[in-house]
């Protein structure tokens, strides 16, 4: 039986896949953005009918408070466990290597429409807030190269850990966070800095935490490099950890 070739393979999961985009998950995905745009416009409605025009603040508040730290982690870790880990937890994984297939590109062919289809509502969410006076294609670059790294990194972690959900929520929601109180120079480990230095810089009236440290100066270009460069590790090594995993009809489990 003829090999299919890794691009070949890739073509045919990425549109098997499709369909699955179009399930309750893939819309509970497509509003998590969109909530916090279509907040800040009944927002701005209001207030302009009651004759209070929102503040220019207000788009970078919704950005930098609820788009990028809280929905971007939340998106990731619901598409995640939708790719290839699910094929392992309900055991379709073993069917589809009854021919011989390069096993490696699964993961990122399963990922691969998780990713488009968060990054078209993303885009809709950069719109909206666009509309309320927020610059549109920085940030929306920011959005969409943080998605793309963690989501690579949390389906790396499915296939790593057994937990590896839980163990994206510690790195997303404890660690992230938790760095902006420590040495300035840990703050480059974390997705959220990387956002926020291509998305702009902070403004000046922003007012920071009590302990919050400064944050450090990064590029725009080095932020962009970090991010698209650490999701395709990221997918490289979930790829070979799937190729080295021994599979049979109950599937493939990691520990921890």
């Not at 919704?62 to 939708?82: N, S």
């Not at 944050?215 to 650490?230: K, N, Q």
């Amino acid at each position: 039986m003829k090999r299919p070739s890794p691009l070949a393979t890739f073509v045919a999961v990425f549109q098997g896949n499709l369909p699955r985009l179009l399930q309750l998950r893939g819309w509970v995905l497509a509003a998590l953005p969109l909530v916090i745009v279509v907040g800040g416009l009944l927002v701005s409605i209001l207030l302009r009918l009651n004759g209070t025009p929102m503040g220019a603040e207000a788009p970078w508040a919704l950005f930098r408070l609820g788009l990028a730290p809280v929905m971007v982690p939340i998106m990731a870790l619901v598409a995640a466990p939708a790719g290839i880990r699910e094929d392992l937890e309900q055991r379709v994984l073993p069917f589809l290597l009854v021919r011989p297939i390069p096993v490696w590109v699964l993961p990122l062919a399963r990922g691969a429409g998780w990713f488009l289809w968060g990054g078209v509502w993303l885009g809709l969410a950069a719109l909206g807030l666009g509309g309320l006076g927020l610059p549109v294609l920085m940030p929306f670059l920011a959005l969409l190269l943080a998605y793309w790294a963690e989501l690579a990194f949390l389906s790396l972690l499915g296939l790593v850990f057994r937990r590896g959900t839980l163990w994206g929520v510690l790195a997303l929601f404890l660690w992230d966070p938790l760095v902006r109180f420590l040495p300035g120079r840990l703050q480059w480990f974390t997705f959220i800095h990387h956002l926020e230095a291509l998305a702009g810089p902070p403004s000046s009236g922003q007012v920071r935490g009590l302990l919050e440290q400064a944050p450090m100066t990064t590029s725009i270009l080095a932020s962009a490099l970090v991010l698209l460069v650490f999701g395709g590790i990221c997918w490289a090594l979930a790829g070979w950890k799937l190729q080295v995993t021994s599979i049979g009809l109950s599937g493939g489990e990691g520990e921890g």
